[in-house]
């Protein structure tokens, strides 16, 4: 399937040579919704504003749909949609239908389509009772409705969403991506291209994401697949009565082990998460807890929380391995 958005060691340098992106080369697909998911700082979106041709590459190349973003920056704009997560375009006096209506005329949607294109945005992120309410008037989710509805109002194949959900309570959260899905990518086949630092949005939503860390990709891949790239290792949630006030520390020194986090402490007792990278370290962690005065209660395999590794891993591995 031939990609619609390529980049080719695409790479900004700011003056004084901070450098903010490093060589990425994407392969974006028609149709799919891809993450950029990584620590703050590490670039995500300023290959975003390079995509939509806010900012100018330093070197490399990006295309979409067709069209240089370098060269032939008003045909990228006229397919692309925008949502950020701070956006204050909107003239506060104006209703929400008359800004889409100014938007509308400004992306070129002919004047004979413009009133119907309002109101299938409006209706589609649940604001068409809101349609004359002065923009300043609606809350800060409903804004940020507003602004996805916004950039869908000439209807482009593609989509950039910038941490589009930050505004909204978990429950409209929930709708908006669920829309995203369903309708934008499932429906009417566009492409999502969406950014964010909450491994949470990844799960069940994204069809491939890049990690980045230290303004470069360091793994590309379905959230499957990048959970395959770790590192095997078992994780237990482990209950201990009494035991003394170093025992994290004391099982953390146990060979095999990679992690022991405290996750609750009680009167009498503690709750550890015990992340295992060698499972025959078992044992060894239980004999542990019993010479820091200790007793399990109980224990369990959990879930191994492998999208939050995920990020974690590459962040520290290439910190340490790649200059």
């Not at 080369?25 to 979106?45: H, Y």
């Not at 920056?73 to 506060?92: H, K, N, Q, W």
Request: with cysteine.
């Amino acid at each position: 399937m031939k990609s619609i958005i390529v980049t080719q060691e695409l790479s900004k340098t700011y003056p004084g040579g901070a450098r903010a992106v490093r060589d990425v080369s994407l392969a974006i697909r028609p149709g799919e919704i891809f993450g950029l998911f990584g620590p703050n700082g590490a670039g995500k979106s300023t290959i975003v504003r390079m995509l939509t041709t806010l900012l100018a590459p330093t070197s490399g190349t990006a295309v979409v749909a067709g069209h240089d973003v370098v060269q032939e920056p008003l045909a990228v704009r006229g397919v692309i949609g925008l949502v950020t997560a701070d956006e204050r375009s909107f003239y506060g006096r104006l209703s929400a239908a008359q800004n889409l209506a100014f938007y509308a005329a400004m992306q070129n949607v002919p004047r004979r389509q413009i009133r119907e294109r309002v109101t299938a945005v409006l209706d589609l992120f649940g604001l068409g009772h809101k349609r004359d309410a002065a923009a300043q008037s609606l809350s800060t989710g409903q804004k940020q409705r507003l602004n996805m509805a916004r950039a869908l109002v000439h209807d482009p194949p593609i989509l950039f969403l910038d941490e589009p959900t930050k505004s909204m309570d978990v429950q409209t959260s929930d709708l908006v991506k669920a829309l995203i899905r369903e309708k934008l990518v499932g429906e009417q086949g566009k492409t999502v291209v969406f950014i964010s630092h909450e491994l949470y949005e990844m799960d069940n939503f994204c069809d491939r994401a890049a990690i980045l860390a230290d303004s470069r990709i360091r793994a590309i891949g379905t959230p499957s697949e990048l959970g395959a790239m770790l590192p095997r290792r078992a994780l237990y949630r482990l209950v201990v009565v009494s035991g003394d006030a170093g025992m994290a520390a004391r099982m953390t020194a146990v060979p095999g082990v990679e992690s022991v986090i405290e996750v609750s402490r009680g009167a009498s007792a503690a709750a550890f998460d015990v992340a295992l990278a060698d499972e025959g370290a078992w044992l060894e962690v239980m004999r542990t807890v019993a010479e820091g005065n200790g007793r399990v209660e109980s224990y369990r395999r959990v879930d191994d929380e492998s999208l939050r590794r995920v990020v974690a891993h590459f962040s520290e591995f290439t910190a340490r391995k790649i200059p």
